[in-house]
């Protein structure tokens, strides 16, 4: 009865809309028994006794009925499916502000495709159930009400024995609905696969090109179509065994109904009318007592996407300071800071100490693992510190909201991310409200204006999933425009220039420069060539600061910072 109270709490804001359905359930069941109930004069008085009045009457009686019972079933079902829709509706958006709000660890952990099944698929498989649910809650329970009073006034003992047997239909459908809570579970696991394979298969679809993967990925895909398959069908096993248990409940009733029944009229101690009235009802009974068994099914089909919501809806948000800072004035300091990747069994960064003032431009180099990108990543708290701590101007960053902290920072990293949308809406994302001036202004300072208007659409121009309709240089370059328009007091850049050909290099680097004027700028750089102004470069390794200074007084100590200058430039110097 647990996810029963869940599902019930889920409900209970939309409460109106099923309280009124409710109301509407009792008008059909009332409708109902009264079909069962017309049947005695229909038989006893228009057949036997030939009355001519009921035989014009009690037609335009029953149609009547039948169109209102059509209308009710109508409005209970709207308002019912309208209700589950809100429900599922707002479950999604909660779930999805839940996951925007948690920490960047959570995303690291937890694959894309299997988040987007629980936004998508688990409140879809949810709604279906909740709908069914609690509508078959509401009017299959009033209308065995109804039908049970037809059959208990007609004749009480006879409907006693008829419906002895309800119970024990009820508890073998309940046992039966723990399995299927088992099978459910696994069903919701499957589809979670099935959408991570897609999710993975789209992305990535010019590498399984490029190696000729395709066989591999249709094999894998189908593999895990046909488990998804197999659990439906185990499902559909399942809740159909349980009609049958109805079927065969409700065939050993009506046939005792039957027998005892004929006796009884052969008897003269029930009329025609009487017992035909009494079998309609109990006729028209099993068939809500069939829904009501299912009832329990659905719940226990509900359990399984419950739980792997509530499961991210129970993750802990990330925590924000309530401190708000507008500007930056002097110096970014990190403090003793450690930190450890949760899966990690060596620490990323260890007992780290940096001062950057304003105005500065610090570079960072070193091997791949050294933690670098962990040091930025801790910046605008991506992660935070195990120990020690990070301020801006004297304040520790953790007591500033989110908001006010990363307003202060520009990112432009060597992943590039853009979104499906426009060229002019994509530069305008940092800072929606900004005017088309302003858009083509920073596009203009990132070089990225010209090629902008080689395109028939110009701003206004789709570029496709992550932006892929461009070049590697052409996406940078929106990405730098995105930082300009920005228009941020540091500006971070992760290896932005690393993976662009020399020609693509060149162009993004003199934009970069502009954007570093009169800034504070951190730099992962990879091409050392792009760091030789720098104010200070750090050489980081096992998550320390192993060497710093400048370029050329890094050269003279002839350290780590020489051996990779000399591994990149040998070659150049040679030729």
Not at 75 to 93: G, I, P
Not at 294 to 307: C, D, F, K
Not at 505 to 525: D, F, G, Y
Request: charged letters at 25%; proline letters at 3%; one cysteine or more.
């Amino acid at each position: 009865m647990e996810e029963f109270k869940v599902i019930m709490r889920l409900v209970k804001p939309y409460w109106k809309r099923v309280a009124l359905a409710g109301i509407i359930s009792l008008f059909i069941a009332g409708i109902n028994a009264s079909i069962a109930w017309l049947v005695k004069p229909a038989l006893d008085d228009v057949l036997v006794k030939k009355d001519i009045d009921l035989i014009i009457f009690l037609p335009i009686g029953i149609f009547i009925i039948l169109v209102l019972r059509g209308v009710f079933t109508f409005c209970h079902e709207y308002l019912m499916r309208s209700a589950s829709q809100k429900m599922v509706m707002d479950l999604r958006n909660r779930t999805y502000r839940h996951i925007m709000r948690l920490p960047v660890s959570y995303f690291g952990k937890n694959s894309s495709g299997s988040m987007m099944s629980k936004v998508v698929n688990d409140t879809n498989a949810l709604e279906a159930v909740v709908s069914l649910a609690v509508k078959d809650l509401l009017i299959e329970t009033t209308t065995i009400i109804g039908l049970a009073g037809v059959a208990f006034y007609r004749k009480w003992d006879l409907a006693l024995v008829a419906l002895l047997v309800l119970p024990g239909a009820f508890y073998g459908a309940a046992r039966l609905g723990k399995r299927l809570k088992q099978i459910s579970r696994r069903t919701q696991e499957k589809i979670s696969i099935i959408t991570e394979i897609l999710q993975e298969s789209f992305t990535g679809i010019k590498i399984i090109k490029a190696f000729s993967m395709e066989p591999r990925e249709e094999e894998r895909f189908e593999k895990n179509n046909k488990d998804y398959y197999r659990e439906n069908m185990r499902t559909v096993r399942v809740s159909e065994f349980v009609s049958l248990l109805m079927e065969v409940v409700a065939g050993l009733g009506i046939a005792f109904v039957i027998w005892y029944g004929g006796k009884l009229i052969v008897d003269d101690i029930m009329t025609i009318g009487e017992f035909f009235s009494f079998l309609t009802a109990i006729f028209l009974l099993y068939t809500p007592a069939k829904r009501l068994a299912r009832v329990n099914n659905g719940i226990q089909r509900a359990r399984a996407p419950l739980e792997r919501i509530f499961d991210v809806l129970s993750k802990e948000r990330e925590v924000e300071g309530n401190v708000e800072k507008e500007t930056f004035e002097d110096e970014i300091l990190y403090k003793d800071v450690s930190f450890t990747y949760p899966s990690a069994r060596h620490k990323a960064l260890e007992n780290l100490s940096l001062k950057i003032k304003k105005g500065e431009l610090v570079a960072i180099v070193g091997k791949s693992g050294g933690g670098k990108t962990t040091l930025i990543n801790m910046l605008p708290r991506f992660y935070n510190p195990d120990e020690g701590g990070i301020f801006i101007d004297g304040t520790d960053i953790s007591t500033l909201t989110f908001k006010s902290l990363r307003s202060l920072l520009g990112i432009v990293s060597q992943d590039v991310i853009l979104f499906n949308d426009t060229i002019l809406e994509n530069i305008k994302y940092g800072k929606p409200g900004a005017s088309r001036e302003k858009v083509i202004e920073a596009a203009k300072a990132a070089y990225a204006d010209d090629f902008i208007k080689e395109f028939p659409e110009g701003y206004d121009t789709m570029i496709g999933e992550r932006g892929l309709r461009l070049s590697g240089g052409q996406r940078q370059r929106l990405s730098i425009a995105r930082a300009v328009l920005r228009n941020p007091p540091v500006l971070v850049l992760d290896e932005a220039t690393s993976s662009l050909d020399t020609a693509s290099e060149m162009i993004i680097q003199n934009a970069l420069e502009k954007l570093m004027e009169s800034r504070t700028t951190i730099v992962i750089a990879h091409r050392l060539s792009t760091i030789r102004k720098a104010d200070r470069i750090l050489v980081m390794g096992k998550g320390r600061i192993i060497e710093k200074g400048t370029h050329d007084e890094l050269l003279e100590q002839g350290g780590v910072y020489r051996k990779l200058y000399d591994l990149q430039f040998r070659g150049q110097e040679e030729s």
